[in-house]
């Protein structure tokens, strides 16, 4: 989350703790706003429970997390979707409204850490994992061989696609 494009009221939309972007807006009952995954961090002990009472982190007004923490209220939720964000995967660069980001990340075509699905086998992997996947793709090899195989010295070459 880097380039920030349009306008925006600065503490209405980024997060007192990791001072970015707001990523999944959590509001406190002090106003104060801050993002899940942040919040997360501070409001469960380390053995994943719920904490009874928290500070907040930017005002130190205690809170309960069971029922002091809401969703952005209209006029904040405005003001988020008015920015729009540059994808971080290089060759996508896509500009992408700020509600929708996270979706694009996840599903983003150049997202390395994203799922996709091979079209030989319909097994799951990572885009980073794809010649990983490609060697171990029974389905693949024998369709890739029937394709464009390359004999040289009497061992079959199969070229990598970056799609299968
Ligand atoms: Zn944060
Ligand atoms: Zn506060
Ligand atoms: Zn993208
Ligand atoms: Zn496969």
Wanted: aromatic share 10%.
């Amino acid at each position: 989350m880097n380039l920030v494009v349009g306008e925006l009221g600065k503490e209405n939309c980024s997060c007192s703790i990791c001072t970015n972007l707001l990523e999944d807006a959590n509001v406190l009952k002090c106003e104060h706003s801050f993002c899940k995954k942040c919040l997360d961090k501070l409001i469960y002990t380390p053995e994943k429970n719920l904490k009874k009472k928290v500070k907040c982190p930017f005002c130190r007004v205690d809170f309960d997390p069971s029922k002091d923490i809401k969703a952005p209220g209209l006029f904040q939720q405005n003001q988020l979707n008015l920015i729009k964000l540059k994808c971080e995967f290089e060759s996508c660069g896509k500009i992408v409204p700020y509600n929708i980001f996270e979706t694009h990340k996840n599903g983003c075509l150049f997202n390395p850490y994203s799922y996709t699905r091979c079209e030989h086998c319909k097994k799951d992997f990572k885009q980073i994992d794809t010649k990983k996947h490609q060697n171990d793709c029974i389905d693949y090899l024998r369709n890739a061989l029937k394709k464009s195989p390359i004999i040289k010295d009497g061992t079959i070459f199969i070229p990598y696609r970056n799609t299968l």
